[in-house]
Structures are given as C-alpha cells and as structure tokens.
C-alpha cells in the first residue's frame, strides 16, 4: 500500500523548526544587504549563496520536466542518501532493505546513521528479487534501496517489476538513477506523481561530466522535498559550483552520451573473445562488469600498465569480478591492448 509520506517522518524531523537565512525573509534581488555579516566589497564570492537554488532548480526543472518544488539539490548524491535516512529513520530503532550487491554508500550511511540494513542478494543473472524484498521488510523497515542500471552489476531492472515493489512497500523507495542517461530504458521521474512515496535520486557526476563540482539530485513529493530543505545545512552548493553547473547545463552533452556507448558496445565485443574473461555483462551504464578466473590477476596486470580498474572480487555474487568504465576511444584503445597481452599470458599459463 503507497503510504503518505508524512506519516514516515521521524518525530523530530516532523517537528523541527529549521535555520531561517536572512534571503529566506527577502525575496527581493535589490538593496543594501547588510544582514548577513558578508564582507561588503564585492568580489564575485563575497555572498552567501541562495540556499534554495531558485534559478539551478528552474533550468533542472525544465531539463527534466519535474517542477521546482519536487526537485533537491545536494553535494552529490550521497547527501541526499544521507538525508534518506536523516529524515526517515530513527537511528537503533528502524531499518532499511536494499539490495545487494549495489552502492557502497547505501551501507556506510546507515552505518554512521546507526540504522540496521537488511541486504538481499540479486537473483541469479542479477535480477530484481521483488519478493524476496518484500519479505525482509517489517514495520519498523522504512526505507528500500534499488539502484537501476545498478553499480556494480551494469544492468537495469524490468520497470515492471519495480512498480511492483512501489505499489506493495509500506516505505519509500529510494531509486538510484546516476547511470539512466546511458540506459535503453526511461526512468522514473515522470511517474512521480503517481508515487508519492518514491524518491528518485540523479547525479551530474557520470553523464553530465560533473563529478568534481559535487552535484546531486533527488525528486520526490513536494513534502519530501521540502523536508529534504529543512534538514540539509542551509548552503549546501557553493556559489562557484551552481554558477558552474548552470553554465555546464546549456551544454549537450547528447553526442558524449552515444559516443560512450558506441566504445561500451566496442569493449564488450572485444572482452567476449577473451579466453581470460569467463563472462561479459550486458551494460546499461558507462561501466561494464566482467568475470574472470582471477580478479586480483587481471586488475595488477592492467594496474602494471598504468590503467586503474576497480576490483569487485570481495562484493556479493561478484566473485572474479572487475568492473572497467568506459574511457575516452584513445584509453580504450590501451586498454584492449593492455588486455590482450594479458590474455595471451594467461592462455600459456
Ligand atoms: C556514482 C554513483 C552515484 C553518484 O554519487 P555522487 O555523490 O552524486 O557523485 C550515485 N549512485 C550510484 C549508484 C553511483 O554509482
């Protein structure tokens, strides 16, 4: 059953009166500002940012075609992960389902949030195990993480199976989109007003080429959303960044996104013909996960060349697993090259 999401709030999250900012009281853009203690001359930094990202949130919201109120923006995608359980869960006392293996943070933040994760492994051919996740929640389980395409296995979730896990949770379903600008399919952000109890989380860090600028977005209800508001430090995005990121916003980043996937599908095929690489799957995402006998032998072999992977031996179901982003066509070109030197090796061995 969707639930209010009112009804989910921690108590205290419920009841707090949030920090007011001198630019929460005057809308106006004109004046003589001396309410804030800045410095006064004037030297493109000397002012304390908007703490409510008016004029980001209207160029995101026609982006994305969610109005301004449903939309959060944050210091990457792990602050409003954070925020998740800040405002939902109350620490030693309620719980979280998220699936496994999946992003590394879902965890830490619980961690340092004392919240109990309750992790349920992927199906096998890592599919979405919807009734398994169903059965790990209990009254107290607040929140469920699902990220698609996921990190670290490359494949996205059947949309309908999703909407299953929507419609019969009692909490909110936090769904990780970082990687859907690669994705065949379309996300959820235009669902959301069927879904009040989901929360759509996005980056600027993969697709959109903004990593460095720490730029995350979550949509929701405007409730939701706006709690989000009231619990973050009131100037999470420095006024560099968000000039930076609206500037950064008029570029296309289209042609960068097809060019990607064009080296994904050129990677893949290569890997496939490798005898050192057991299996190659299938990607949704600017990475692609692939098994092989020995982890660690692959990922010193490419670290030996120069070209840092990330090793996924360790993770659930990920035995023999190395995960590889897609580089620009020249790093590709080394790292194929890297790979089959690798690959004669191991054919001798
Ligand atoms: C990279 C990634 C993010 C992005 O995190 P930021 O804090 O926005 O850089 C979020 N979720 C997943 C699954 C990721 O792989």
Redesign the pocket.
Known sequence: MIKDPTTLFRPNIAALTPYSTARDEYEGKLGIFIDANENPNENGYNRYPDPRQTELKAKLSSIKGVPAEQIFT????????DLCYRVFCRPGVDNVVAIAP??G?YTVSAAINDVEVREVLLDEEFGLPVERLLEATDEKTKLMFI?SP???TANSFDRAEIVRLIESFDGMVVL?E??IDFAEQRGFVEDLAKYPNLIV??????AWGM?GL????AFADKRVISMFNRVKYPYNINVAASRLVADMLDCDIASQVTEIKEQRTRLIEFMNDLSCIERVYPSD?NFVLVRTDDADALYNALLADGIIVRNRNRMPMCKGCVRITVGTPAENDQLIASLTKYDTQWQQK
């Open positions: 944050g210091n990457g995608s792990d602050e409003a992960i999946s992003y943070m990220c996921n990190n670290p990780d970082a990687y989380l996005q980056t600027l860090s993969k990593a720490r730029f995350g977005l995402a």
